[in-house]
Nanobody, 124 residues
Framework: HVQLVESGGGSVQAGGSLRLSCVAS????????MAWFRQGLGNKREGVAM????????YYADSVNGRFTVSQDNAKNTVHLQMNSLKPEDSSMYYC??????????????????WGQGTQVTVS
């Protein structure tokens, strides 16, 4: 079982940047995908960015493509989400998640079995 702890959220003005980090501890047999989701009040959980831990392939939601970058530091068991040109509509709780085979392909929250506690991002 792997534990995920996010950090880096906060408040920023529109056009600004934030960098989220997710530190993983423990062991996840068959881990294939690390992802960032976000969920605002009353909204469904949305997959924002994902990275295939095997091939380093990435996926971005259309709403963040070109502004957000997901990366991983295997030596530190950390996944980052660099968020640039932030917009008020990016305001949300951001969650780090870990999934097995196929999770980066299908990108459904139900395919991810480990979740962090979330970190709040507010853009004004």
């Amino acid at each position: 079982h792997v534990q995920l702890v996010e950090s880096g959220g906060g408040s920023v003005q529109a056009g600004g940047s934030l960098r989220l980090s997710c530190v993983a501890s423990g062991y996840y047999e068959g881990l294939h995908c690390m992802a960032w989701f976000r969920q605002g009040l009353g909204n469904k959980r949305e997959g924002v960015a994902m990275i295939d831990t095997s091939g380093h392939r990435t996926y971005y939601a259309d709403s963040v493509n070109g502004r957000f970058t997901v990366s991983q530091d295997n030596a530190k068991n950390t996944v980052h989400l660099q968020m640039n040109s932030l917009k008020p509509e990016d305001s949300s709780m951001y969650y780090c998640a870990a999934g097995g085979m196929g999770s980066c392909l299908f990108r459904k929250p139900s395919d991810f079995t480990c979740w962090g506690q979330g970190t709040q991002v507010t853009v004004s």
